[in-house]
């Protein structure tokens, strides 16, 4: 009788749990995917400083770099409001995220 069961369920046991596994594995890289940063639109101060420049593909996830005009230089992007105001620095996109 234990022979049986061995022989017949362990197989099925192991299937399981490889369907299982395999939808685990899909489930983390989704979750992965999700945590990229959504782009948003970033402008500089022109010469009356007013955000009227740009856009400039940035996010607005606080991180180490600030997003700048030449990626690494020129003057910092920012969020506007209403009027067209610099009020909040980007961060710069790395890799996606």
Do not use: H, W
Request: charged share 15%; hydrophobic share 35%.
């Amino acid at each position: 009788m234990k022979t049986l069961f061995v022989k017949n369920v362990m197989p099925a046991a192991v299937a399981v749990l490889a369907i299982a596994g395999a939808f685990a594995t899909t489930s983390m890289q989704s979750t992965a995917k999700n945590k990229t940063v959504a782009i948003q639109q970033g402008y500089y101060p022109d010469a009356s400083n007013k955000c009227t420049q740009g856009p400039v593909n940035c996010s607005d996830i606080e991180k180490e770099q600030l997003c700048r005009l030449n990626v690494t230089s020129g003057p910092t992007v920012f969020e506007t409001d209403d009027q067209n105001n610099c009020v909040q620095p980007l961060y710069r996109i790395v890799n996606g995220q």
